[in-house]
């Protein structure tokens, strides 16, 4: 797929759609809206007063040729209240008009996406949606349902607008939504499918591909390093453990500290043997989503040549209650030495992280960020709009913050005082892995503390927002966190 920037007029633009974001609370008197009425021969007004269409945000509509316009299809795309639309809004606007018009054989298609936004944002918002729009989910399908997709995408903009700047957004904007689905494609692999040895051979493809190192450790490296909480939840599985380290050097000083990201990779999780109830269970192919966004954006580090030294690690495992499976009540030593009273099997993505997170520290980072799939309770917590930011630094918690808002996906910030700490004392072992039923995403973030000491940390629970459920949307991996990621590893450093 090919992304242009074209500085022609809408009305004279020839392609086979044009898609115009259309205000709910427009002034009937604007300009561009008198220009496209009179095109249309007064449609749009008449559309308007017989309540067919709305202007509500999402609604599309598509009118065929268009007399006056050189296009073969106009599609009028709902945008809802005019000081609402941002370069976010765009995105998941352009994504649902691309959806739509998929398999209508449409080889060039322009957006004109009208003033307010930024171009250099809304043109990189525009390459986002549309890329995003054409990830499908059904990988698995024996017939190929894939749809033809359109070829060309114009941004259609104005004579002084930047050519250079605009461009280089909408090429930074495919390589953050290529990787982004990348991510969405390992994340909806079934578990019989990606194991962790098969999840650490995607990391291997990616790192040759685009140029990372990487060492991938067995179960005889990871014993010797002494990370006994990760083998502890993989000895219930035939599969063996994995601990995938993914480099990018990129500081021009290359002693420069590294960044380092932590994704948890459980690669399917039963519970083990505090078994979890079978009722949407299959989801658990998707506890590797940490994994998966810290892998795309190793990935889109390296494309996008960010001048930092970058440090992904992984611990891959299968959550299983097979006969050598830890019970509930064992006591486990965690690498950093501090010994776990391991009380409910399920809790195992905090086990797996507290020895990435040992091992991550030894690396004398700038900051650590861990991204994982932890807690059903931050799901009760924050829903899936938003997911758990825990952060024990303030400086790093404003870069994360800003992250967010550059990417769109949304965080909410959740404590970590002291007094949930005693929640997770142990009368038998240094600490034990579950609290008690209350506050459970935040009980899991100060378990992580422990392993991350003094180090700059933030931990992103995305247990509510990895996955689409809802209505009319499209169902499967979102792919969050991968372009936060990025974002917050290319900011500039205090
Ligand atoms: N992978 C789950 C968390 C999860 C729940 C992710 C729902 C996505 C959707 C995690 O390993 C887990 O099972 N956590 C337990 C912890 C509990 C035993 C303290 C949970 O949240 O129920
Ligand atoms: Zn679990
Ligand atoms: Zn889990």
Not at 431 to 449: D, E, H, Y
Not at 478 to 490: A, P, R
Request: proline share 4%.
């Amino acid at each position: 797929m090919k992304f242009k920037l074209v500085k022609e007029g809408w009305d004279s633009i020839e392609c086979d759609a044009l898609i115009v974001p259309v205000f709910e609370n427009e002034d009937e008197g604007d300009v561009f809206l008198v220009a496209l009425d009179e095109k249309l021969g007064g449609l749009i007004k008449e559309l308007q007063t017989t309540e067919e269409w709305t202007s509500r945000s999402g609604e599309v509509s598509v009118i065929y040729r268009p007399e006056k316009l050189k296009t073969a299809r106009l599609i009028l795309l709902g945008a809802g209240k005019k000081e609402s639309y941002d370069s976010h809004l765009i995105g998941t606007l352009m994504r649902k008009a691309v959806l739509k018009v998929k398999g209508h054989q449409l080889k060039r298609v322009a957006f004109y996406p009208r003033s307010q936004v930024e171009p250099k944002r809304a043109a990189q918002a525009m390459v986002e949606g549309v890329i995003l729009a054409t990830y499908q989910a059904d990988d698995y399908k024996t017939e190929d349902r894939s749809k033809n997709f359109v070829e060309e995408i114009l941004f259609v903009g104005d004579q002084d607008m930047d050519a250079t700047e605009v461009e280089s957004s909408m090429e930074r904007g495919e390589i953050l939504a290529c990787a982004t689905n990348r991510a969405r494609k390992l994340v909806n692999e079934p578990g019989n499918r990606v194991n962790p040895s098969r999840l650490a051979q995607a990391a291997q493809e990616v790192a040759v591909k685009y140029g990372l190192e990487i060492e991938v450790w067995g179960e005889p490296e990871i014993k010797d390093q002494g990370m006994g909480a990760i083998l502890a939840v993989a000895q219930g599985s035939d599969e063996p453990a994995r601990f995938i380290i993914l480099k990018h050097f990129g500081a021009p000083d290359s002693e420069a500290k590294p960044i380092v990201l932590v994704g948890k990779g459980v690669t399917f999780d039963s519970g083990g043997l505090s078994l979890k109830p079978a009722q949407s269970m299959e989801e658990m192919k998707a506890d590797k989503a940490g994994a998966c966004a810290v892998l795309a954006a190793m990935q889109a580090i390296a494309q996008l040549g960010v001048q930092k030294n970058v440090v992904g690690l992984i611990p891959a495992v299968e959550n299983l209650p097979g006969g050598r499976a830890q019970r509930p009540g064992d006591v486990i030593r965690a690498m950093s030495g501090k010994t776990i009273e391991v009380i409910n099997t399920d809790a195992e993505g905090r086990l797996i992280l507290a020895d990435a997170l040992s091992y991550g520290r030894q690396l004398e980072p700038e900051f650590m960020v861990d991204i994982a799939t932890l807690t059903g309770a931050v799901v009760i917590a924050l829903g899936k709009n938003r997911a758990g930011v825990f952060c024990n630094d303030e400086e790093l918690f404003e870069r994360v913050s800003r992250a967010s808002d550059q990417s769109g996906e949304k965080l909410w910030r959740m404590p970590l005082d002291d007094e949930y700490r005693k929640e997770i004392e142990s009368p038998i072992a240094d600490i034990k892995n579950v609290g008690s039923r209350w506050g459970g995403a935040i009980t899991a973030a100060k378990f992580l503390q422990e392993f991350v000491e003094d180090v700059p940390w933030c931990h992103l629970d995305i247990a509510g927002v990895d996955l689409f459920k809802g209505e009319g949307d499209i169902k499967g991996p979102t792919g969050f966190g991968v372009k936060t990621l990025v974002e917050i590893v290319d900011s500039p450093s205090p």
